[in-house]
């Protein structure tokens, strides 16, 4: 009898095993034989455009993607999630020079999102070079009123991983203005976000916390290029004076959606995964990478389980979360809104490192449902997915608690990711269509895996 | 005693890996901070650009890298290797269009390197479309005879690994031309092997064996776009006429070189190790992956010892060969010397895959060797090298033979190479600078490590 059991529990086992490793051929195939990601982006991106919350171009993306969920056959239920966002403009196109001696040389720069304008005429001062925010401290009200400050830290170049090189520099981009605001500067550039050389600066949001209303000064980025030229040139003169401008402005909320769309679970209908992006970017560029990617590649999800007739056990929600770059409102929404329906969300997967060569996934959650999650390993090492870690997995998922939920996030190849964040060149032509692909397969090989397992409590 | 020799062992033993592994990250970080192999690419394409075996440009990129390999103060010997190179031509930009009644399309198309040319005024004829080599000879003498054929077996999108697609596609370009030659085919048309479409012909060489010279047929390779075309014009009216004209041609061989720079081993002199790429490119485009990038990265190993001042027990020859592309003679050369001189080569690594993000390598030798290197896995995690396998290495280390000689090949990621390779847009802009060095890096960490273990009998 207790060989029978321990055959059976042997054969049904390497059933299982067998039947999740022809799971994970056929979502593969299907997404780089059968996928429409690539078309989608294009879509979004070159016909739609750039997509700041609150924007005309953010509405017309949501009216294309409920319309394309809709369309597609994959869902048992389309809707739209209201949320107020938060309204920035840029206005019109900033101008920045130095002017050494009498000699003006323009940089590129952008206001940073959130950031008040210059006066109209712009705003024109000495500028005082800083590292870090705590070298404010150092140098006091005494050195720093009345300058620009130019926080100026690079990314670090000898991380492997660069979000971890952009987690130790993006101090400077969000709270920068606002702290040296305390020490009477009265504007701040800061250095792109990015690991390369080259013209494009970078937006990002900023914040001037709990600082008065009258005491908020205009913060803008500069290119990496015009960063080494402003640093060099005032190691000559540190008296050059640095002149931009800046028109943008805040105006009321909007009412703007995340777009849903559901496949109801066949054996558990109440217990909800979630997988998603953020259907938002910023006003630079088509936000191809950020997170176009992740929005078209959580759609591809569904299309794959369509391609291959998989019907998942537990409920599937594929949501396209709203304003993740300037506010985060949607993410709140939808959490707000899973505790005030009960939900039991048991599952959240997000992609937002860009549509580059998969890699791997970050894990949040307990140990017993990491130890599931990494047992996995095996199964996706012969699509070169390796990475199995514990570490953040989205900013859109963040806010949503489940009791013993685990999060994932997809971790695509990084090294060009800071090349294109934020800035004019994140464009579809970025984009390679096998990329794009073979991160939505390993999306849906991870949904199809914790479905069929479940979590552990 | 036995347990001091086992605490004696153990010390060392971990003292070893420690010390490896700091030598593994001094080993990144200098490449991600102190290359000059971008530098050295970026002149390489953009100041010399498309280096053909037996062009001026070749010549030139000899010249220019002997000339870097002296200045650098890497190596202890820089010399140059003579070998005959075949020389092939182009001629005149190529002509391509389908008459499908009277209209007429234009197609872009690449004659293949080795291919004869068509008459002076082009070559006109019925087009019959095949998959495969075999089904030549099911069409027979009577359905080719006095036809063009059009090979379109696309390169196959499941597989994760695209060389493998490369593999599975590029005897239609090898030997196509001489097996259609045999049922009287006039001309072929190759699709390219190229996963993505779009406008660009892909080049490479292709052969007549030992078919009679009368009977050689000219041969071109049409875009992606162009071939599902083709195809689909075909299918509407399969009597449309197919013209194109190429003017290229066969000159005599030419002397050039093997550019090689040597560090000598500080213990064992006598035992060599070699790293390498190929210098020659096809014609089309500054052949910034193929195979600058090795070229270059191949350079930056020796850059990257002196700059952590590591002195190789074993002697390193940064081998740059001539003739890759279309004969493999600086290969072969490089054996014939190699034997001439009973040198002993312990260890060959190539890159020749592109200048993408690393993810691994593969080797080629002994059980006991393959066993070793798999040892060293782990040391490569944090930099996200996870790749250990048998399989092909390099062509240019492909002839060098040596007792238990253990060879491998980088692997970066696969996925864009085929957008480039052989093509007009292998360009400069289409390289990372940091995926390159981590490229790098990966190879000298292996180098190091062999040279620390050195090889099993």
Same mark, same amino acid.
């Given at each position: 009898m207790k060989r029978i059991t321990l055959l059976c529990l042997l054969v049904s086992g390497i059933s299982f095993g067998q039947n999740n490793e022809q799971r994970l051929r056929q979502i593969y195939d299907s997404a780089l034989t059968q996928s429409k990601c690539y078309g989608w982006l294009e879509h979004l991106s070159n016909k739609i455009g750039p997509r700041l919350s609150a924007s005309a171009n953010a509405e017309k993306a949501v009216r294309y993607m409920q319309s394309e969920m809709e369309k597609s056959g994959c869902f048992d239920k389309v809707y739209l999630q209201e949320v107020m966002v938060p309204q920035w403009v840029r206005g019109e196109k900033e101008t920045a020079y130095l002017i050494d001696n009498k000699q003006k040389t323009i940089v590129p720069i952008c206001a940073l999102g959130n950031s008040v304008a210059t006066s109209k005429n712009g705003l024109q001062a000495e500028v005082i070079e800083v590292h870090?925010?705590?070298e404010l401290e150092t140098l006091g009200t005494e050195k720093l009123k009345g300058k620009i400050v130019f926080f100026n830290r690079p990314m670090d170049p000898v991380n492997i991983d660069t979000f971890t090189s952009y987690g130790g520099c993006v101090d400077q981009r969000g709270k920068g203005a606002r702290e040296a605001a305390k020490f009477g500067a009265v504007g701040v550039i800061v250095r792109s976000m990015n690991l390369r050389l080259d013209d494009f600066p970078h937006a990002g949001n900023m914040g001037y916390g709990?600082?008065?209303? +009258?005491q908020w000064i205009p913060a803008a980025a500069i290119s990496t290029n015009g960063a080494d030229l402003l640093s060099k040139t005032l190691r000559k003169n540190p008296k050059l004076q640095f002149y931009f401008k800046q028109s943008c402005y805040k105006g009321d909320d909007v009412l703007s959606y995340n777009v849903i769309g559901e496949i109801t679970g066949s054996?558990?209908?109440?217990k909800i995964m979630v997988v998603g992006g953020h259907l938002d970017s910023w006003?630079?560029? +088509?936000g191809s990478h950020d997170d176009g990617a992740g929005v078209t590649q959580s759609m591809e999800v569904a299309n794959i389980f369509k391609n291959i007739g998989y019907k998942p056990k537990n409920t599937i929600r594929v949501v396209l979360f709203m304003n993740e770059e300037n506010g985060g409102r949607g993410g709140d929404k939808y959490n707000e809104m899973a505790q005030l329906n009960n939900e039991n969300h048991i599952f959240a997967l997000e992609s937002d490192c860009g549509g580059f060569s998969p890699r791997g996934f970050t894990f949040e959650g307990n140990d017993a449902n990491f130890a599931m999650v990494q047992g996995y390993a095996k199964l996706f090492e012969p699509y070169l997915v390796h990475i199995f870690r514990r570490g953040h997995t989205g900013s859109d998922i963040e806010p949503l608690k489940s009791a013993n939920m685990l999060k994932a996030g997809l971790r695509p190849d990084t090294q060009r990711y800071f090349d294109y964040h934020h800035a004019a060149n994140d464009t579809f032509d970025a984009i390679n269509k096998r990329e794009l692909e073979l991160g939505a397969a390993s999306m849906a090989a991870l949904l199809y895996l914790v479905d069929q397992t479940g979590i552990q409590n």
């Open positions: 870090t925010i705590a709990d600082l008065p209303r +009258d054996a558990h209908p109440e006003d630079l560029a +088509d």
